[in-house]
């Protein structure tokens, strides 16, 4: 704007000729020339004044405007030029301009898009936790057990979720949750104990062994008289399954096709059927002196581990009690024995002489015991004929 009203000035302010004032700027010289003749004053007929003026002046009249025209037609040249040239460079901004603003738009459609797929993953990580926490409340149920439930809801739901349920096994008056696994090996195992990270504290005293303890979502141990509970239920028989992972992540198994224990006036004694899996059959061990089957449960507190009043371990480790030899975990040690999967994942980090491990001796590669860091314990009905 202010270039333009400096050229409109720059054009009113031009030195014209009368002759150019009054006929346009586009009037050539013989034009201007004739003009003057049709006038009184180029008819010698102007006042003596005027004559005098014209006398004075150096260079003759038509010079001077021929002058000022050639001056006036350069400046009005370069004025178009940069009238152009101003065109262009506007032209060229603007269009700039508007790059530099498609460029910003870009960047930040490219900004809205990224918050957006935030956001939805975000929303969907939401539901999935929601989804997690559902299926970690205890659902409520009329099963006995978490095959009964599984057997009752096949047919229902297309897939049943792991997770806890409240069950009430036969001839009980107690419910009380479980831990359900619907999906490991077609489901339908009861959990009754698991360890993996070594978070809950299993020095327990013998009550806790009894009635249970832990996280039913993580590690715990679902206590002697709900498992008792469960494997004793009428025309019921249960299988046993242990599943170790070692350090390195190999897997391993040992399963007992017949589980039950006696009831707490006998300690929880142990009662296991055929042994089959990858890992041994360490509850039973390699001699008899290391049987656990048929052992009663002891616990730092109550003991009934055969090591009266001492026992001798291969190290020549004099022991009077197994359970504080194990880190004061509850197991239905005999002489101690080769199991004890109440122990550890980690390695305690003064463990004076102490079995602080989880223990499964019979799982060996290359002749050493592996490095157990998680084991879960479930149980399962079996199918009868009945
Ligand atoms: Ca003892």
């Given at each position: 704007m202010m270039w333009t009203?400096?050229?409109?000035?720059?054009?009113?302010?031009?030195?014209l000729s009368p002759a150019i004032q009054g006929n346009g700027s586009n009037l050539n010289q013989s034009e201007i020339a004739n003009?003057?003749?049709?006038?009184?004053?180029?008819?010698?007929?102007?006042?003596?004044?005027?004559?005098?003026?014209?006398?004075?002046?150096?260079?003759?009249?038509?010079?001077?405007?021929?002058?000022?025209?050639?001056e006036k037609h350069s400046i009005c040249g370069q004025l178009q030029q940069s009238l152009l040239a101003l065109g262009r460079s506007t032209r060229k901004l603007m269009r700039d301009m508007m790059e530099e603003q498609q460029r910003a738009l870009d960047v930040l459609s490219s900004q809205v898009m990224e918050l957006m797929t935030?956001?939805?993953?975000?929303?969907?990580?939401?539901?999935?936790?929601?989804?997690?926490?559902?299926?970690?409340?205890?659902?409520?149920?009329?099963?006995?057990?978490?095959?009964?439930?599984?057997?009752?809801?096949?047919?229902?739901?297309?897939?049943?979720?792991?997770?806890?349920?409240?069950?009430?096994?036969?001839?009980?008056?107690?419910?009380?949750?479980?831990?359900?696994?619907?999906?490991?090996m077609e489901g339908g195992w009861t959990v009754m104990q698991r360890r993996t990270d070594g978070l809950n504290d299993f020095k327990r005293p013998w009550a806790d062994y009894v009635g249970g303890f832990g996280n039913l979502a993580g590690e715990h141990w679902l206590g002697l008289q709900k498992v008792f509970h469960i494997v004793n239920q009428k025309d019921a028989r249960f299988q046993l399954h242990?599943?170790?992972?070692?350090?390195?992540?190999?897997?391993?198994?040992?399963?007992?096709?017949?589980?039950?224990?006696?009831?707490?006036?006998?300690?929880?004694?142990?009662?296991?059927?055929?042994?089959?899996?990858?890992?041994?059959?360490?509850?039973?061990?390699?001699?008899?002196?290391?049987?656990?089957?048929?052992?009663?449960?002891?616990?730092?507190?109550?003991?009934?581990?055969?090591?009266?009043?001492f026992c001798t371990l291969g190290n020549s480790t004099l022991v009077e009690s197994c359970s504080?030899?194990?880190?004061?975990?509850?197991?239905?040690?005999?002489?101690?024995?080769?199991?004890?999967?109440?122990?550890?994942?980690?390695?305690?980090?003064?463990?004076?002489?102490?079995r602080t491990r989880i223990l499964w001796d019979t799982w060996r590669h290359r002749g050493v015991p592996h490095t157990i860091k998680s084991v879960t314990m479930k149980i399962r009905r079996i199918a009868t004929n009945n």
């Open positions: 009203t400096t050229v409109l000035l720059l054009l009113t302010s031009l030195p003009e003057d003749l049709t006038t009184p004053q180029a008819r010698g007929q102007k006042p003596l004044k005027e004559v005098k003026n014209k006398d004075a002046c150096s260079i003759p009249c038509d010079i001077t405007a021929k002058l000022l025209r050639d935030k956001v939805q993953t975000l929303s969907s990580e939401v539901q999935r936790n929601n989804a997690e926490m559902f299926s970690m409340k205890p659902v409520q149920s009329h099963g006995r057990d978490c095959s009964d439930i599984k057997n009752s809801l096949t047919s229902v739901v297309p897939k049943i979720p792991s997770g806890i349920y409240i069950i009430h096994p036969e001839d009980t008056d107690s419910s009380f949750e479980v831990f359900c696994e619907m999906d490991y242990i599943a170790l992972v070692s350090h390195d992540d190999v897997t391993s198994y040992a399963s007992y096709d017949d589980f039950r224990l006696d009831d707490e006036t006998q300690f929880f004694r142990i009662h296991l059927g055929r042994y089959a899996g990858s890992a041994g059959d360490a509850f039973r061990g390699y001699d008899q002196e290391q049987n656990q089957d048929t052992a009663p449960f002891s616990a730092s507190d109550v003991d009934n581990d055969g090591c009266n009043p504080i030899q194990h880190n004061h975990t509850g197991w239905w040690f005999n002489q101690c024995g080769l199991a004890n999967l109440n122990a550890s994942p980690e390695e305690a980090e003064q463990n004076q002489g102490r």
